[in-house]
């Protein structure tokens, strides 16, 4: 093996490296960023009655701990073959945080109420985020070959 | 060829990977900024002209009291539970000026929460409507019988019926988009009014005494005849029904709301204008950056052959390939948060807002980016011009200096 070699192998080992931890770190944000938007950020509606937005924040409560725990797994794990299927299934909790509101467990409907209004265009924006972060690091170490870091 | 092409122009960018990056982000931010204040500005507009439609009457006659509520039915399409006597339309209409009367009376929340009730329920008489029928989309042949109803747009029904306090009506016709709450009605004719109140009070929905009594209006709308006076006809109306109501004009609450509607198109249009000053300025520090470090590179490729205009169409493809997909990057950030929020944008500004349609943003979209390219190109025209202008020698020799 020449220096050459040696010196673009460390180099390729470096920013698969990093490439780990931001994006473990990206999948941490966002499986929090889950958690807070039906809780906190953009709350759902508030009544003493359970209705469908109820049901739907639970859900993304338990769908955003998987991104989160996902996250931190991936950190874990030089094998990049594992971090791939990691990827993979984020990219299927990401469609999963879009078809909980959309389609699964549904919200209000009316469209001035807070979560039509609110929580259901802020779970659109960051579950296609998940998917465009799972599906280019997917691409990513796909593309890299098989060397781990 | 092409693709040696464009694999020239990847492995340009690449080898200037720093400045490229900096290159895109500044076109993505200038293209999110253009994309996102036209859409809002275009959806405010949209839902400004629905306005003007939908204040379809000169009058209008709400009860004592609830003149703001009825405002904020017209410019939000919020209704208010806000009556009196069932016999107020009967009482003007004959009054000397006025050419149209109709009335409508509004069910709020007739549950306690949103989802259950999940519609506000409005009659009114079709055989003298003129405010509910220029909004229905899709004609119905017959009679608005007492099973049947006409939804808003953004009612979502089952093999065309819809279950209301255990129920089933049939959905005869939708109307078309508003973009306010509106959209989430129901329309009844007063025909059909004391049986759903039954149903409702059968189902132990929510009801006030006065809902329960059923012999309510909450509005009475009425157009003049041409060379009345409104002060007039409202004084006459005093005097037949009392003085149980307050007077709104749809027309000069469209007056007022144009003006905010100005106000704040301007100060979106003084942000992307400002902004975009800005960005042009960044765009052309970089490019005199990008492209001057290039002389010696230029030089060299002459010196091989190639002719200037060659040289020029590879710098500007190169900047061009970058700022096209820096303005892709920022018209789909600008479309993944404008787009889904426009309800929310909407209520924040009290006003109507329509968003755009698919094929809408789409142009959007092309539109914004060929404009980011040109100013992208524009940014970056001297440079090429310089660089490809210095005679190879020259450029080489500053070099070896």
Not at chain 2, 262 to 291: K, M, P, Y
Not at chain 2, 344 to 353: A, E, Q
Request: charged share 20%.
């Amino acid at each position: 093996m020449t220096s050459n070699t040696i010196f673009n192998n460390l180099k390729l080992r470096k920013t698969l490296m990093k490439n780990r931890f931001i994006v473990a770190a990206l999948f941490l944000l966002a499986g929090l960023l889950v958690i807070l938007i039906p809780t906190v950020l953009f709350p759902v509606c508030e009544s003493e009655m359970k209705m469908a937005c109820y049901y739907t924040k639970q859900a993304e409560i338990g769908v955003g701990a998987v991104i989160l725990l996902l996250g931190i797994v991936s950190a874990l794990f030089s094998d990049k073959k594992i971090r791939a299927g990691i990827s993979i299934a984020q990219f299927f909790n990401g469609a999963l945080v879009l078809a909980l509101p959309l389609k699964l467990t549904g919200l209000c409907k009316m469209s001035d109420m807070a979560c039509k209004a609110k929580t259901q265009p802020a779970l659109i924006v960051i579950s296609v985020l998940v998917l465009v972060i799972a599906g280019v690091n997917f691409g990513y170490l796909a593309a890299t070959g098989n060397k781990d870091d | 060829m092409i693709k040696t092409k464009i694999r020239s122009i990847l492995s340009g960018i690449r080898s200037r990977i720093f400045y490229s990056t900096c290159l895109v982000i500044t076109t993505a931010v200038l293209s999110f900024m253009l994309f996102s204040g036209s859409i809002i500005k275009s959806s405010l507009d949209k839902g400004m002209d629905n306005m003007d439609r939908r204040l379809g009457s000169d009058i209008m006659l709400v009860p004592k009291g609830s003149r703001e509520e009825a405002e904020n039915l017209l410019l939000e399409g919020q209704r208010g539970t806000f009556y009196f006597d069932g016999s107020v339309d009967d009482k003007v209409k004959d009054i000397e000026g006025i050419s149209e009367v109709t009335s409508q009376c509004f069910l709020k929340s007739l549950s306690a929460d949103c989802c259950s009730s999940e519609v506000e329920l409005v009659f009114y008489d079709p055989d003298t409507d003129f405010v509910v029928g220029p909004w229905i989309e899709t004609n119905y042949k017959s009679d608005l019988k007492k099973d049947n109803v006409i939804v808003g747009s953004d009612i979502v029904t089952e093999n065309g019926t819809i279950k209301l306090f255990g129920k089933d009506y049939e959905v005869v016709s939708q109307m078309a988009k508003t973009g306010t709450a509106l959209d989430s009605s129901v329309y009844f004719s007063d025909d059909s009014m004391a049986s759903v109140i039954a149903d409702a009070e059968e189902k132990n929905s929510f009801l006030t005494e006065e809902q329960k009594d059923g012999d309510i209006l909450s509005s009475v709308f009425i157009n003049l005849k041409d060379g009345y006076n409104e002060d007039d006809v409202i004084r006459e109306c005093h005097a037949k029904a009392g003085d149980i109501f307050d007077v709104v004009y749809p027309k000069q609450l469209n007056e007022s709301l144009s003006d905010n509607l100005l106000r704040i198109t301007d100060i979106v249009g003084a942000v992307v204008l400002i902004g975009g000053i800005l960005l042009f300025g960044i765009l052309v520090l970089i490019n005199s950056v990008i492209i001057e470090s290039r002389k010696q590179e230029v030089a060299l490729l002459r010196v091989l052959g190639n002719s200037k205009s060659k040289m020029a169409l590879m710098l500007i493809s190169e900047t061009g390939a970058v700022s096209l997909f820096g303005s892709l990057v920022g018209c789909l950030l600008g479309a993944l948060i404008v787009i889904p929020f426009g309800r929310y944008i909407g209520m924040s500004l009290s006003m109507p807002y329509l968003g755009p349609s698919f094929i809408g943003a789409s142009v959007q979209v092309i539109v914004i980016m060929a404009i980011v390219f040109l100013v992208a190109l524009v940014s970056s025209i001297l440079f090429v011009f310089h660089v490809t202008g210095i005679e190879p020698y020259l450029a080489l020799k500053k070099e070896a200096e």
